[in-house]
C-alpha cells in the first residue's frame, strides 16, 4: 500500500506487504528462512510427531547429512521465529527437546505442498540439468 509520498508502509502492518526484491525485507529473510532444506526437513519431522517434542540427537537421527553446528542454527533460527519452542531438561548433561508451535504447524502443509510438487518435477528438472541430448 502506497503512502502519499510514493513509498511503502513497513511490513507488518495490518493489510501491508514487504518489498520482496529489497534484501532488508523481512518478508524476503523469511522466505530465505523456510525456503532452506533444512529448515523444511525439521518442521516436516517435528510436524509428524507433533504435539510431542523430540530431542536434539533425535532430529539429528531423522536429518540425515545435518551437522551439529547446522542443525543447532536452524533449531535457533526457528525458535527465534516463534516456529518452534525448546525445552530444557535439568540433568547432566542437560537434555534438550523441540516441538513445533502452532505456527509452525501451518508452515507444514504449504513446506509439503513445496516437497510434493519438487518430487512430481525432479525428473524433467534432471533431464534439463544434464541439457539437450543428453
Keep these: 500500500m502506497a503512502w ?6 513497513p511490513p507488518g502492518e495490518p ?19 523456510i525456503g532452506d532444506k533444512w529448515t523444511s526437513m525439521l518442521i516436516k519431522v517435528l510436524a509428524e510427531h507433533h504435539p510431542a517434542e ?4 533425535e532430529l539429528r537421527r531423522r536429518a540425515p547429512g545435518v551437522s551439529n553446528k547446522m542443525l543447532s542454527q536452524t533449531l535457533q533460527s526457528l525458535c527465534r521465529d516463534g516456529l518452534v519452542t525448546r525445552r530444557v531438561e535439568a540433568s547432566v548433561p542437560p537434555r534438550v527437546y523441540y516441538a ?3 505456527l509452525g504447524l501451518s508452515l507444514d502443509a504449504p513446506l509439503a505442498a513445496v516437497r510434493a510438487w519438487a518430487e512430481q518435477h525432479i525428473s524433467t528438472i534432471e533431464a534439463s ?3 539437450p541430448g543428453q
Excluded: I, K, M, W
Excluded at 502519499?4 to 508502509?9: E, I, K, P, S
Excluded at 501491508?16 to 523469511?30: I, K, M, W
Design 15 to 33: 493489510g501491508v506487504t514487504g518489498d520482496l526484491f529489497s534484501p532488508e525485507c523481512p518478508t524476503r529473510q523469511l522466505l530465505d528462512r
Design 4 to 9: 502519499q509520498d510514493g513509498t511503502f508502509a
Design 100 to 102: 513445533l508451535t502452532s
Design 54 to 57: 523430540l530431542g536434539f540427537a
Design 129 to 131: 540439468r544434464r541439457g
